[in-house]
Structures are given as structure tokens and as C-alpha cells.
């Protein structure tokens, strides 16, 4: 099949684009929603999208990453008929993983519910277990595309996949809220299921429409033929430990709530009320940490395939300069949006809650700084999954996942702190785990990366961004009394401050630019200008 590569910063700029997209009606959908069913409600939901992600982990997270670089490892070796080979037998084994999992967890929804102290969450759990299988089944399609740096299709599911979910979660929620919040929480999660079936229709569509270009000529490519259970022996050896290390964050929050709904309840939380504070903590002010994670996912995402096609070649200056840049770029993105939360975190809540601003601004507040690590994380975890040191991230986040909970399990049991003693955890936890990844990448990087570029810049730009965002929300509000506007207006002004900065020092070039769709309109205006 003959394809278009797309450099590793335009994938991701495409994946980012969808995810832009899907993460923005996720956060318009979270404030009606929140609405809706209340935080409490929310909390049922929460406990049961934890359990999900968990199982989704086990069945379909990893194999499409392991998909994605043995793909692109013969497309480079221009192997195109074993590059789908790779894919036919990967689909197989995804389909029959996610199957037994949906099983698994339909009939066992309620023992779920009751193991995380959350037993009201056991309708949710019943309903989003055949998504599981779905998801199996798009997360092969997606590998293969990505294998072949085709970020499109990912994308188009991506958006099909949130439109279904919003759509239909927010018909569903509407209503089953009269038979009350469990059952609210379970019809809006109702929308993941659909949403999943929208995604597979997509892909499989797509595949098809492209079917003529996956036929290859056989005869005409030298090399032998790669038995299948050697294809499924790679498979398995490079997806156990990226499954094992993406099962730790699931468990991790499977834990967490745990831990929240004992401790706050050991305290003298009534069940509704830790509930409550669940939702709050995860279900609405977790949704905007989500938010800027989209970018890095989609950039890890692109990242991975990338490096290890450059790792084939053995080109290792261009594994270093893909893995400086990819850095770079994940500061760019968390650090701002981390300073941007922190400092706007109670006038943002009470926009969007009015009714549990105050509860809630706290939350944000202390979870805002765990941004920066999350999507530092994920990018330094993509570049030692490229360069193939699968298990150091593993180990790494085992030891942020020890460091979290114990903060979490001391902290929560503080009435005073309560639910942000998770969030102290949170931050604490992957602030750990990033400085270990960041060590492994500077002992196995051949190259020496430019840490003055990576951070310094980033952070002089952050630092203009935040003052700001500050002074300009206490004087627009001072001159409006209208908290919307005072926002919107300091989000706007310190978005312009933070990139005219970034640009004077040098923080991103327009050659970089260039990279990006769109990028070449910038950077003729910029060079105009005399910036390079």
C-alpha cells in the first residue's frame, strides 16, 4: 500500500487538530452534563469510566502501538505486504482480547462497583463494558494508519467517536435523570458505547474505500515471508511492557478512587458527599486538566512511529533532534496551560460551576500544576517507547504510581485537605516520574539535546504569560463586575503575550513553523518582520 508519509510534527499536528476537536465538546459536554446529573452523579460516572479505561488498557492499548512501529519498520524495508499481515493478524487478536474483556466486565459490573467502594456506579459499569470490544477493533485500525504516518483516519474516528458520545450521552442523561443520579450516570455513559461503534463503522468504511492499495504484488519484493507466530512473538514481546506500564495509570486511578472514597468516609464524609467530592476532583475539574494532554498524546502518538524509522536507519542525530523537539514542544504546550489553570483556577470554575465555584476552584488549583508533568510524560515515555526502552517508562511510572498513592492516602485523610490531598499526589507522583524519564533519555540519547532551548525559553514566555493573565482578569473584572468577561478577556490577552514572547526569544523558529499546516503563512509574516 503506497502512502504519503506525513513528517512526525504534521501527524501530530493532525491528530492534535482532531483531538482539539474531541477534547473541546468534551468540555462543552462536561458543563451541561455536570449540570445534569450533578457531581454526584458524576462521581457514579467517574468511578465507571476508571474501570473502563483500566480494562480498555488490558485489550487494546498497547498492540496498536506495537503495531504502529513494526508497521512502520516494513514500510521501511519495503515490506508493504508484511506491513499488512502485521495489521490482518493484529485485528484478529485485538478483536478476540477486547470480546473476552466486554464479557468480563458486563457480567461483573456490579463486583466492580463494590471493589471501588463506589457500588452506586455498577449500572454504569454494566453499560460501558461493550465499548471494550469496539474499541479493540478501532485501536488495530488506528495502529496501522499511524504505522504508515497516516494520521488521518485516526483523526476523522476521533471526531465521528466524541460527536456520537456528546450527542447521544447528553439525549441519554436527559433522559434517565428522573430514575436519579445512577441512572443518569449510567445513560450518559451510554454515549462511549455509541460513540465507539460510530468510530469502527468509520475506520472499517475508510479501509475499505482504500482496499485496491493494500493488494501488493508479492513477487516483486525481495525478502522472506515472516511466519505468523513470529508476527504475534513481536507483538506480545514489545506490547507486554507497554501494557503492563499503561495498566499502572488505570490502576492508579482505580486506586485513587478507592483510597478517596475510604479515607474521606473514615474522616466522617457521608458516602454521598465523597461521592460529590469525587466527581469534583475528576469528573469536572479533571476535565480541564485533560484538555491540553490532547496535544501531547496526538504529538507522543506521531513520535513514536517516527523515532523508529529513524532507529531503523540508525540515524541517531535525527532521533536526537526529533526527541529535543518533541520535548520542546510538550513545554510549550503543559507549562502555559499549567500556570494559565493555576492562576485562573477559581474565576474559571465559578464560569462554568456556578453553583460549586468555590469547592471547586480549590480543586483545580492544586491539580493545575500536575499539567506540565502529564504532558512531559507522555512524550518522554513516547521517545523510550521509539527508541525501543519499553520497560524504563514502565518502572518510572510504578515508581510515580508508589509516590501518589502514599501522598494520597496520607493527605486525604486530613479533613482540612480531603479530596486535594489526591491532587498534591497527582502532581507529586508524575513530577517524579518525569525527572526519572528525562534522566533514562539523556543516558541512552546519542546526541546531547539543548536544554536551554527545551526549558529556558518556555519558561520566560510562561512567566509574561501568567503576569498577564492575572493583572488582566483583576482589571477587567474590576471595570465589569462580570467574571465571564474578565476571563475570557485575560485567557485572549495572555495567549497573544505567551506567543509574541515565545517568538521574540527564539523559543520556536518559523523553520519550525513550517512543519505545522498552516505554519508557512506565519512564518513569511514573521520573516517579514526580520524574525527567523
Known amino acids: 500500500m503506497e502512502t504519503k508519509k506525513q513528517s512526525f510534527v504534521k501527524g501530530a499536528a493532525i491528530l492534535a487538530a482532531a483531538g482539539v476537536v474531541t477534547k473541546i465538546l468534551g468540555a462543552i459536554y462536561r458543563i451541561p452534563i455536570g449540570n445534569i446529573i450533578s457531581s454526584e452523579g458524576l462521581g457514579y460516572y467517574q468511578t465507571a469510566y476508571d474501570v ?4 480498555l488498557i488490558l485489550s487494546a492499548y498497547a498492540i496498536p502501538t506495537a503495531i504502529s512501529k513494526l508497521t512502520s519498520e516494513k514500510y521501511e524495508m519495503g515490506r508493504a505486504d508484511e506491513a499488512h499481515r502485521i495489521f490482518k493478524i493484529s485485528l484478529i487478536l485485538m478483536t478476540v482480547m477486547g470480546g473476552i474483556m466486554s464479557i468480563v466486565m458486563y457480567t461483573n459490573s456490579e463486583f466492580f462497583a463494590r471493589l471501588f467502594n463506589n457500588p452506586g456506579a455498577s449500572l454504569a459499569i454494566l453499560y460501558v463494558a461493550p465499548s471494550i470490544f469496539l474499541f479493540s477493533i478501532t485501536g488495530a485500525f488506528r495502529g496501522y494508519f499511524q504505522g504508515m504516518q497516516n494520521m488521518i483516519p ?27 443520579y445512577k441512572a443518569a450516570a449510567g445513560g450518559t455513559i451510554i454515549g462511549t458505547t455509541i460513540g465507539g461503534f460510530i468510530s469502527v463503522l468509520m475506520l472499517v468504511y475508510i479501509y475499505f474505500k482504500r482496499r485496491p492499495k493494500h493488494t501488493v504484488n508479492t513477487n516483486s519484493i525481495s525478502g522472506s515471508k515472516e511466519s505468523t507466530m513470529s508476527i504475534l512473538k513481536r507483538i506480545v514481546e514489545f506490547s507486554i511492557p507497554i501494557a503492563i506500564g499503561g495498566s499502572i495509570i488505570p490502576i492508579m486511578n482505580l486506586l485513587d478512587s478507592f483510597i478517596v472514597m475510604d479515607r474521606l468516609q473514615a474522616v466522617g464524609f457521608t458516602y ?57 514542544l510538550s513545554v510549550i504546550i503543559g507549562l502555559p496551560s499549567a500556570m494559565g489553570l493555576f492562576v485562573l483556577a477559581k474565576p474559571i470554575m465559578a464560569m462554568m460551576f456556578p453553583n460549586e465555584s468555590e469547592s471547586l476552584g480549590l480543586a483545580l488549583m492544586y491539580l493545575a500544576p500536575s499539567v506540565i508533568f502529564l504532558t512531559l510524560f507522555q512524550t518522554l515515555t513516547a521517545i523510550l517507547q521509539g527508541m525501543g526502552k519499553v520497560r524504563v517508562p514502565l518502572i518510572n511510572l510504578t515508581i510515580c504510581a508508589i509516590v501518589k498513592i502514599a501522598i494520597t492516602y496520607y493527605m486525604t485523610s486530613i479533613p482540612a485537605i480531603n479530596i486535594r490531598g489526591a491532587a498534591v499526589g497527582t502532581v507529586v507522583g508524575y513530577a517524579v516520574a518525569c ?75 518559523t523553520s519550525e513553523l513550517q512543519l505545522a499546516p498552516g505554519g508557512n503563512k506565519l512564518s513569511k509574516v514573521l520573516k517579514k518582520r526580520g524574525i527567523k
Do not use: H
Not at 473502563?52 to 480494562?55: D, H, I, M, S, V
Not at 476523522?156 to 450521552?169: A, D, H, P, T, Y
Not at 506521531?302 to 518533541?326: C, H, R
Open 435 to 509: 525527572i526519572l524519564n528525562m534522566l533514562a533519555i539523556i543516558k541512552y540519547q546519542v546526541k546531547s539535546l539543548n536544554y536551554s532551548k527545551m526549558f529556558t525559553k518556555p519558561i520566560i514566555a510562561t512567566a509574561a504569560m501568567t503576569a498577564a493573565a492575572y493583572f488582566t482578569y483583576n482589571l477587567a473584572y474590576s471595570a465589569t463586575s462580570r467574571n465571564t468577561i474578565a476571563v475570557l478577556a485575560s485567557m485572549m490577552l495572555a495567549a497573544a503575550v505567551y506567543a509574541v514572547v515565545l517568538i521574540l526569544v527564539k523559543g520556536i523558529t
Open 52 to 55: 473502563y479505561a483500566w480494562a
Open 272 to 328: 454521598e458527599a465523597s461521592v460529590s467530592l469525587l466527581g469534583q476532583l475528576k469528573g469536572m475539574a479533571g476535565s480541564f486538566i485533560n484538555l491540553p494532554q490532547v496535544l501531547t498524546v496526538s504529538l507522543a502518538a506521531s513520535m513514536v512511529p517516527s523515532i523508529s524509522e529513524s532507529l531503523a536507519k540508525k540515524d541517531y542525530e535525527s532521533i536526537g533532534n526529533k526527541s529535543e523537539l518533541g520535548i520542546r
Open 154 to 180: 485516526s483523526a476523522v474516528s476521533q471526531i465521528g467517536e466524541q460527536l456520537g458520545r456528546v450527542v447521544f450521552g447528553f439525549i441519554l442523561a436527559l433522559m434517565f435523570v428522573p430514575q436519579g
